[in-house]
Each structure stands twice: as C-alpha cells, then as structure tokens.
C-alpha cells in the first residue's frame, strides 16, 4: 500500500514533535502507540487514532505499539481483541514485535504502588464508593481528607498486601494517591489507584483480585514502553496533571500526552458504550452490520482501506470538536472506488422486457468496458437475447417533462447494445401494475450507436433474462434520522434510529460475469452505485450490499460553501 505513512499535512502535534526532536528530546526518538480497550470493536474515530499514530511513527521513521489497555476484566473479551488486531491489519498498519497488554505490567505497576506507598504518596482508605464520591467535594468546593489518609506507610503496606492476598471483600478498601483533596482538578482529589474485583481477567486469569485504575495504569504503561508521545482525545486533557503526577512521583521515563479533539461524524454515534447497545439490542444484525460505523462495518459494506485513510487525513487533527459530514465519508469511498471497481450491469427491481423482433434462441456477445476511468481493466463479453430485464424506474407509462428514458413510443439505448422502441405494454389484470414490456429494436444499432447518427436521450442498462444470476441487494440509509442523533433532550437517543436504514431487495438480475464474485468483490452497478458481495453470498444466490450511491452530496456541500 504505497500511500500508508505518505507524507501528510502539517498540524499542532506535528508541531510540538518538530519541536521536540530540533532540541534533542528522547535522544531524537518518536514512539507513539495504539491504546485500545478491548471491551468493544473498533469504530471510525478510532481509525482517526491510528492512522494519526502509526502514520506519525511511519512519517518520524519512529515506532507505534499496539497496547491493549486491559485493566477492566468485567467488560473485556477475546473475541474483541481478536476483532481489534484484525481492523489494524485491514487499515494497513503493522506493530512489528510490538503487540503489548497493560495487563503484563500488572507485577510492576504493583511494585509501582508499593513504591509510592512506601514514599508517604499513597495509602490504602476504607471509605465505601459512595463515601469516596460524597468526600470528594465538587467544582466549586473542596473535598475533605479521608480519616484513613494519615496512615502510616508501614500499615499502609501491610493493608496493601492483604488486599492482594484475597483478606478483604469487594469494593471494601481501595489504595488512593495522596495528592490534594482541594485541588481544582478533580481528578487530583486522591484519586484511586487500585480497587479490589474478584473477576477472572482475559490473560492473567485469577491471578490477581486487585485491579489497578486506568490512570494508574496509562501512563506507567506508556512510560514502561518508552512512548514519547501519548496521543489521546481530549476527554483525558482533565486527567493530564495525574498522569504528569505519578511518572514524576515515581521518577520514571516521562512521555509527553497530547490531546486532540475526537472524531464525531454526523447520523451515527463514535462510542463503543453506544454500539455495543445497538448490538445488544438487536438494532442492527451485529458489530459488522453495514450500516454500523465500526471498521468491520465498513468493512463488509465494501469501504477500503486506501478510502478510511485518506478520509482521517483530509479530516486532520484539531484541538477543537467538530461534527463531521458523513457526505464526506462517503465522498472519499466513491473517490477511491471509482478509479478500482469494474463496472457491471444488474437490475434491482427487474421490469421484464420482449424485443419482438428479435430472433428467437439467438444470443449474441457484445463488448462492455470494464472501467472507463482505468482503461487497464479492458472488456468483457455480455450476452443479450430476446428476453431482458430493465429497471422498472426506467420506465414510465405517462412521462413527465424531464423523464428521457423508456415510455410508450419513445426510442432509448440500451447500454452496449441497440436502440429499443416501447411499442406495448402489459399489465397484470387485477392491479393494474406494469408487468411486462414489448419492444422493437434497431439491427442497425449495435453496440449502441446509430449510423444515421439520430439521438437518444436515455440509456438503460440491461440484463439478459435467460442468463441472468439471480440474488439480492441490500441498500442503506443513515442509521439515524439526526445529524447529532445523541442531541435529544429527555428522550432516548435509540429515538433517532431510521427505520429506513435498510432496504432489502430480493429477485435481483445479475449479469453472468458476476458468478463466483467472492465476498468482499466490489464493483460498480451500472447507475445504481458501488456494490460489495456480502459474506451471505453464496454461487446459488448473490448477495450485494450498496458501498455507496453515485451520487455526490459532497460536492454539491462544497460547492455551496465555496459560493458563499
Ligand atoms: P469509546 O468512547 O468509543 O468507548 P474509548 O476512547 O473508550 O472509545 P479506547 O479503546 O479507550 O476507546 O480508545 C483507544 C484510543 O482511541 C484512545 O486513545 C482514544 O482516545 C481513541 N479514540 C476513541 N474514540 C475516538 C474518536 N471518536 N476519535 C478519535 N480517537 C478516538
Ligand atoms: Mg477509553
């Protein structure tokens, strides 16, 4: 993949690296890493992340880690760092030897927190949960010690021990940093270093009954691997001065953390809390249902890498949140599609069509270009015959003014092949549908074009009946009806779902070159869009998903801001 890593444009963490490296800092090195937390699949932003992070350590000639930030055993699976390794991979981005788990420090960073035990930094309260939290003060006012902060490091120690020895119930005691209970930052107020859970953990198993706190844990993780930049959104900037705290207060390897502003895109929803319901629920068929915003999603609907990428550069890095267009998304997706997927012909909701004139059992081949855009990918054979399907939008028995294509006497090109004229119609007796065609053609006008050089102002695509694949096509719409469906007051988000989000198309006309496409073959359909084959699809019956319509709000979008 020649473009992973391509040099990209300039921004503010680009900036503080510059700066880093033209002083010298971390002996030149720049080491970012890749920190998820395996309790869901990956989703768009967090490809914004990785692409930011790899491609920083591709672009610095530097390295990026990939750690899974497993110190919550009740919410993390297998099955999702499994998934997550995969996404990575499909993005085109590689760890080397650098696959790492927060949970194979989980022996140092209790060395760690003996440490600062031991340095008067941190001891070991028996306030409840909820007494935490009522001490804990507020915004405005300042909290209040704990009556159990002035233990001595020697009980400090001894209680420590006896946490992790298994002497004490759930949520009975915590180990908390003695920092300040009238700090400003909230986050400074002796927050928590490690609670006492009896849940078995994906890798250590039952080998510990403490769990040290994400904060306890990130920048420690970050410091054990020599990460220079710790990139993170910018819900962690509050949490900045106690990641700066225990690093110093430990006297480690201090990596710097930088903050910037996550992706938000518009008519779906970028937490893994808030997709993991939507499985859960039932409102989509799973993680990689392609309406959903995670990378399997996206996947399986037929978006590529090359197109996720240059998506995440052309939305660049900021410090301030914005919403960004799904039209945008999808304007990259076309883009990419565009110059690599071969074109097609395939009729979604078959109109039957009779050439009456045509010869009876004759079948001709006729030559169809498969990318005009990439004249590389040559042309295919498509056979035509007497009997075709047509799209039943194609066709209109009382046209409107601006409706070119195919009416009662009205004469329209099918694509590759010849001039047709609509000289009757059929209609199903009880509801009065259009169920069938008669049509002559013009011999004269194979290929498509007339040598007396008269106009037609439609061109159909087609499908040959008799030989024609049969299967089924999925379309989609935006998951929700909101460009910000979270935005609701009072009432759910689940609200905002559009129960239009899916149209399934069954008795779908494919043409035959089409037999064997594996799941995951993307194409063109011929003026309906980008298509992928799904993974239901089988030889018997094809299965399309929509990637994307051939129509580009995007540009219209950018034209009238550029007008304004
Ligand atoms: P979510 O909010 O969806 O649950 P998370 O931040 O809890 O995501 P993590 O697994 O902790 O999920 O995320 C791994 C990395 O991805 C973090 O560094 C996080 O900052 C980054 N990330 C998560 N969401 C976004 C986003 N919308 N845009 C950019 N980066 C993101
Ligand atoms: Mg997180």
């Known amino acids: 993949m020649a473009d992973v890593g391509a040099k990209s444009s300039t921004n503010f963490i680009k900036e503080i690296i510059d700066a880093d490296l033209k002083v010298g800092k971390n002996e030149g090195r720049v080491h970012t890493r890749f920190p998820p937390e395996p309790n869901g699949y990956l989703h768009l932003g967090h490809a914004k992340s990785i692409c930011l992070n790899f491609g920083l350590a591709i672009e610095y000639g530097g390295l990026c880690n990939l ?3 497993d110190t919550n055993p009740t919410k993390e699976e297998p099955e999702y760092v499994e998934s997550i390794i995969g996404d990575i991979k499909w993005l085109g981005f590689d760890w080397g030897d650098r696959l790492f788990y927060a ?22 309260c028996d306030l409840s949960a909820e007494e935490i939290r009522k001490t804990r003060g507020t915004l405005t006012a300042p909290g209040t010690n704990s009556p159990f902060r002035d233990r001595t490091p020697e009980e400090n120690l001894d209680l420590f021990e006896r946490m992790r020895a298994g002497e004490f119930p759930d949520g009975s005691r915590v180990l908390r940093a003695k920092i300040d209970m009238a700090s400003g930052n909230l986050n400074m107020r002796d927050p928590v270093m490690y609670r006492i859970l009896r849940a078995s953990h994906h890798r250590t198993g039952d080998k510990w009954c403490i769990y040290p706190t994400y904060d306890f844990t990130h920048g420690q993780s970050d410091s054990i691997e020599g990460i220079t930049h710790s990139i993170c959104t910018l819900e962690f900037e509050a949490h900045r001065p106690l990641y700066d705290w225990y690093v110093e207060a430990l006297g480690i390897h201090h990596p710097q953390q930088i903050e910037f502003a996550p992706l938000n895109l518009s008519h779906t929803v970028l937490s893994k809390r808030k997709l993991l319901r939507l499985v859960a629920e039932g409102c989509v068929g799973g993680w990689d249902d392609p309406r959903m915003p995670t990378i399997s999603g996206m996947r399986r609907r037929g978006y590529t890498p ?9 939305i660049g ?29 395939a009729v979604i909701r078959p109109l039957r069509v009779v050439i009456d004139n045509y010869p009876e059992g004759q079948v001709e081949e006729l030559e169809a270009i498969n990318n005009p855009e990439d004249p590389a990918q040559g042309t295919r054979e498509v056979p035509f015959s007497r009997v075709l399907y047509v799209e039943q939008d194609d066709f209109r028995e009382d046209p409107p003014g601006k409706f070119f294509r195919l009416s009662p006497g009205r004469e329209v090109r099918l694509r590759y092949a010849y001039y047709i004229t609509c000289v009757d119609v059929v209609k199903d007796a009880a509801t009065g549908d259009v169920i069938e065609l008669h049509c002559t053609y013009d011999p004269e006008t194979r290929g498509g074009w007339a040598p007396d050089g008269r106009k037609v102002k439609g061109t159909l695509h087609w499908v040959s ?6 299967g089924e096509v999925r379309l989609y719409d935006h998951l929700f009806t909101k460009p910000d469906p979270v935005d609701v007051e009072g009432a759910d988000w689940l609200s905002n779902l559009n129960p239009r989000s899916l149209e399934v198309l069954t008795g779908c006309k494919f043409e035959p070159s089409l037999a064997g496409a594996k799941p995951g073959y993307r194409c063109q359909f011929e003026r309906q869009g980008y298509f992928c084959a799904d993974k239901d699809s089988s030889g018997k019956s094809l299965v399309f998903n929509r990637t994307v319509s051939l129509r580009d709000t995007w540009a219209k979008i950018e034209k009238t801001q550029a007008g304004r």
């Open 317 to 345: 890095v900021a410090k301030r949140e914005s919403l960004v267009d799904t039209a945008l998304l999808e304007h990259c997706v076309r883009e990419d599609l565009n110059r690599r997927a071969p074109r097609v012909m």
């Open 306 to 314: 090359e197109a996720v990428r240059a998506f995440c550069e052309r």
């Open 465 to 470: 009946a008799e030989h024609a694949l049969d």
């Open 67 to 69: 750690r899974f930030d």
């Open 103 to 124: 949970s194979s420090y989980f022996d140092q960073l209790y060395e760690f927190a003996v440490k600062l035990i031991k340095h008067g930094k941190a001891y070991v």
